[in-house]
């Protein structure tokens, strides 16, 4: 027998120290493996991204051999299944021992958002959040993959807290029409806009609705938006409604005035009348032009120019018809005591007499020595005693007849009465309840 083969069986026995690669390996490998065929050799470890650290039980020469134990050691990012392999007889390792990349758990997506990673979900990878727009973030806005496969932060949340927008309608001042005092103003109705998911639920006006009637004066409108999150959205305007006004008028001295619409406003009327016993001067009726000034002339009532040289009673009568009311008191003598003391009676009732448009005519005496007087301004006799007969009054006693404003002979009087009860009396007339209403209107009172 060869002495080599002895000495080297004897080394192999002997030498049991390990060695430590890198895990490539020269053509020794091949080498040995050709000449010793039935050693259970294990294929050369080729490690990406780590180093390996071997001990064999047969020395330097047999690195592969099986009983052969490594150590893997991953460089930072990467991992192996497991830290060491042994070479068994089966020729093959005991298990995988490749490098691979540590890779966290994917990430969560974000309602209403996303995110940007630099290395998807491996080591070191650095992921950017963002939210959709109209939504701001909750959280974190990165997350890095780190050593122990566990992101550094997670998922932020996306949530709606921008308020819906919504623009209100840009409505002109407008004027309201002649003879009128109210505008009917018309707008679109605002849309809102949610910057997130674009749902919006109720839109709230607040104030008058569209193509409403607006009166004179400035209003204050608003519009409302939610959307789904209850973010609340709002927008104001005005509108302004104007009426052109002319200066106001006022009723004259002893009369009224009596306006449609407002009085003022452009397109309005006012009539003017005057209390019994004056007459008008000037426009009866003036309105309000375009340019805002009156149309006609201005408005007074004169006291009325009583004529007493007519030659007829009638056409004495005639000019108080529809103005005054007649009180026509006869006596036979100016020292009847019936006359004496109804005068005495209605002298400090004269502002009562005024308010009620009466006008007393005096007839004294028998014709031809009977006076007659309206006030200071005297009647011929012959004028008197016409007027005796034309309404029948009896020259020789005493007698007192109203006469109404149309001229009828609405009550006789033998005998005195108070002012109290002539005021009654003329207060029932139809046409007398309609002076009280504009004389309360007007204020026209005796104190």
């Not at 409505?171 to 103003?185: F, N, Y």
């Not at 006869?330 to 006008?359: E, I, W």
């Not at 009828?408 to 139809?430: G, M, S």
Request: with cysteine; net charge positive; glycine share 8%.
């Amino acid at each position: 027998m060869e002495p080599w083969p002895l000495v080297l069986l004897f080394i192999q026995l002997c030498l049991c120290s390990g060695y430590e690669g890198s895990g490539h390996y020269g053509d020794d490998e091949d080498w040995y493996s050709r000449n010793y065929r039935g050693t259970p050799w294990c294929a050369p470890i080729k490690l990406k991204h780590g180093d390996v650290s071997c001990r064999t039980p047969r020395g330097e020469h047999y690195r592969n051999v099986m009983g052969t134990r490594c150590k893997i050691r991953c460089k930072r990012g990467y991992e192996s299944m497991n830290s060491e392999v042994v070479c068994m007889a089966s020729k093959h390792w005991s298990s995988n021992y490749a490098c691979r990349e540590i890779r966290c758990p994917k990430l969560e997506m974000p309602t209403y958002g996303g995110y940007k990673c630099s290395d998807g979900s491996y080591f070191n990878s650095r992921c950017e959040f963002f939210c959709s727009p109209g939504y701001s973030m909750k959280g974190q806005k990165t997350a890095v993959c780190q050593y122990n496969k566990i992101w550094s932060a997670t998922a932020p949340a996306c949530v709606d807290i921008d308020p819906p927008k919504i623009k209100c309608p840009n409505v002109k001042d407008k004027w309201a029409e002649p003879g009128k005092l109210t505008v009917r103003v018309t707008w679109d109705t605002p849309e809102g806009l949610d910057t997130a998911d674009g749902i919006l639920t109720d839109v709230i006006l607040k104030g008058k609705p569209s193509k409403s009637e607006f009166p004179e004066g400035l209003h204050k409108m608003s519009y409302t938006v939610f959307d789904r999150a209850g973010n609340k959205g709002s927008c104001r305007f005005t509108i302004r409604v104007r009426v052109r006004r002319c200066s106001p008028l006022s009723p004259p001295d002893n009369g009224y005035m009596k306006c449609d619409s407002d009085g003022d406003n452009y397109g309005a009327t006012c009539y003017f009348t005057c209390t019994g016993g004056y007459e008008l001067h000037g426009s009866a009726a003036r309105v309000c032009q375009s340019g805002l000034s009156w149309s006609g002339s201005d408005t007074t009532c004169a006291p009325m120019n009583i004529n007493v040289g007519v030659r007829t009673a009638a056409a004495l009568l005639e000019q108080f018809y529809e103005k005054r009311r007649l009180l026509i008191i006869s006596a036979p003598t100016a020292a009847n005591h019936n006359y004496r003391f109804q005068m005495t009676n209605l002298q400090p009732a004269q502002c009562g007499l005024d308010l009620r448009h009466v006008t007393v005519i005096e007839l004294v005496g028998i014709y031809p020595a009977q006076v007659g007087r309206i006030g200071y301004r005297l009647l011929t006799p012959a004028l008197a005693l016409q007027l005796r007969l034309l309404l029948r009054i009896p020259q020789r006693s005493f007698q007192m007849v109203l006469v109404d404003k149309q001229g009828i002979d609405k009550q006789r009087y033998p005998f005195p009465i108070t002012a109290a009860e002539l005021f009654t009396t003329i207060d029932t007339f139809p046409l007398r309840k309609d002076e009280m209403v504009l004389q309360r209107e007007a204020g026209q009172t005796c104190q």
